[in-house]
């Protein structure tokens, strides 16, 4: 059974500060998803990564399959960015499970 | 352009009722997936469609579920007789290929709450 588990559970920060959320899964996956929902519950997809590192505008996503860990980074925290990110990994190939973590929860203050 | 689309975004039953959610996905895009998420679980994937044939249902949790996808721009997850346990919100989200790399894009989600 692959569990996920997400560290911190809760983060609070001032603006601009670095920002850096750690998951970690117990068996081989073949993907890696992390996804961000806002205060009002909307979700949005954020990167979807097998391998290496991904990066869009000041969130960087990193996965090292070897150690079974990802990290999220958000440069220049903001607090738009205030949000719960939540990983998820699949295994078993594309018709396999999806398996959430339970989410860090951030808050960026002004 | 319009993102995915779910109604209601509010449904309060009674126990026992028939309820229906619904889901418009982004046009073009040919997976589609129902996620669940509570409090005490968090989000957990019920089911996805590839090019409308469901591919793994293996979190619908009892036969009291059910989903299909009639057509490429349409589908329905119904709950037949629905029970206060299955009050949560409910996200439609859809892809270009499944869990393929490609981003999904998720509705608004629908508030279901059973009395």
């Given at each position: ?9 809760n ?100 | ?52 044939v ?52 998720f ?7 059973i009395?």
């Open positions: 059974k692959n569990e996920v588990e997400q560290s911190p559970q983060l609070t920060a001032q603006e601009g500060e670095f920002i850096t959320i750690n998951c970690s899964y117990s068996v081989g996956i073949s993907a890696l998803h992390w996804l961000q929902q806002h205060p009002g519950g909307g979700i949005v997809s954020l990167f979807m990564l097998s391998s290496g590192k991904k990066k869009h505008g000041r969130l960087i996503a990193t996965i090292n399959i070897q150690e079974k860990h990802s990290s999220l980074h958000i440069t220049a925290s903001h607090p738009r960015d205030s949000a719960v990110y939540i990983c998820a990994v699949l295994y078993g190939g594309s018709q396999g499970n999806l398996i959430f973590g339970k989410g860090t929860k951030l808050s960026v203050k002004p | 352009d319009a993102g995915v689309i779910q109604s209601p975004r509010h449904e309060v039953t009674e126990m026992g009722q028939e309820v229906t959610l619904r889901c418009k996905p982004i046009s073009g895009h040919n997976s589609l997936f129902w996620y669940r998420q509570t409090m005490m679980r968090g989000l957990e994937l019920l089911i996805y469609f590839n090019n409308n469901p591919i793994d249902d293996s979190g619908m949790p009892e036969d009291r579920f059910s989903a299909k996808m009639p057509n490429a721009s349409f589908s329905t997850l119904k709950i037949q007789p629905s029970e206060p346990r299955d009050s949560a919100v409910y996200f439609c989200a859809s892809s270009f290929s499944g869990f393929d790399g490609q981003p999904q894009h509705g608004d989600g629908t508030r279901l709450s009395l």
